[in-house]
């Protein structure tokens, strides 16, 4: 199994900025996809972003575009979540999870393509 590990979240003023992290655990997360994803309280899981293999394809929700920005740190083994701007409601848990079907000219914005999945983060934003 592939495990990953997500941090960073915490509570933030409405406007503030969070980064979050995804580590993983005995593999190179340089050679997979990774999604971010949330669930706001009482609300499903959405799609958030995505990051193909290496530096490879990103995409991000409409709704999200200019705000969040997805990128790796591959000498940390990490994948990022710069959250901007943010939003009452932006507050929900944050999950990161691996992709095993990615390329580096693909990543997927459905949580049917993944696999593996981090307990997550919670993020709150206060108004």
């Known amino acids: 199994q592939l495990h990953v590990a997500e941090s960073g979240g915490g509570l933030v003023q409405f406007g503030g900025s969070l980064r979050l992290s995804c580590e993983a655990s005995?593999?190179?997360?340089?050679?997979?996809?990774i999604g971010w994803f949330r669930q706001a309280p009482g609300k499903e899981r959405e799609v958030v972003s995505c990051?193909?293999?290496?530096?490879?394809?990103?995409d991000y929700v409409d709704s999200l575009k200019g705000r969040f920005i997805i990128s790796r740190d591959n000498a940390k083994n990490k994948v990022y979540l710069q959250m901007n701007s943010l939003k009452p409601e932006d507050t929900g848990a944050y999950y990161c999870a691996v992709d095993q079907t990615a390329n580096q000219g693909v990543c997927h914005m459905a949580d049917v393509y993944y696999d593996y999945w981090g307990q997550g983060t919670e993020v709150a934003v206060s108004s």
């Open positions: 990051i193909g293999v290496g530096d490879g394809a990103k």
């Open positions: 005995g593999f190179f997360l340089n050679n997979y996809g």
